[in-house]
């Protein structure tokens, strides 16, 4: 029993030594997303934190902001769900697929 216990404890810290190494990573990842056909490119980390928002100066109608500033929102969160997705499938990696319980998210 306390060989099973210290093989479960070696694991577990294994996993949260890859976990950190995936937050670090994760930190400096960028992912971008482009939207209206190029008129707007934002790119995030995988934290989520934004690092540039490109808007194709031809698309600038001072008569529709409001189309802009849709076009930044559509484009954050297309950028910031592709780093989501990129997080939980390398969670998926690490975790070997283990289901979580509810209300308790990776990493902690």
Do not use: H, Y
């Not at 996993?15 to 997303?33: D, G, I, N, V, W």
């Not at 902001?65 to 998926?92: F, P, S, V």
Request: charged share 20%.
């Amino acid at each position: 029993m306390m060989r099973n216990m210290a093989g479960m404890m070696k694991k577990v810290q294994e996993m949260q030594s890859r976990m950190e190494e995936l937050q670090a990573e994760m930190a400096t990842t960028e992912f971008s997303a482009t939207v209206g056909g190029g008129a707007v490119s934002v790119t995030v980390t995988g934290k989520g934190v934004m690092q540039a928002v490109r808007i194709d100066p031809a698309t600038l109608d001072v008569d529709d902001i409001g189309m802009l500033e849709d076009m930044i929102c559509l484009a954050t969160n297309n950028a910031r769900a592709d780093a989501d997705a990129a997080m939980a499938a390398r969670m998926k990696d690490i975790t070997g697929g283990l289901p979580l319980p509810p209300g308790m998210s990776l990493p902690f």
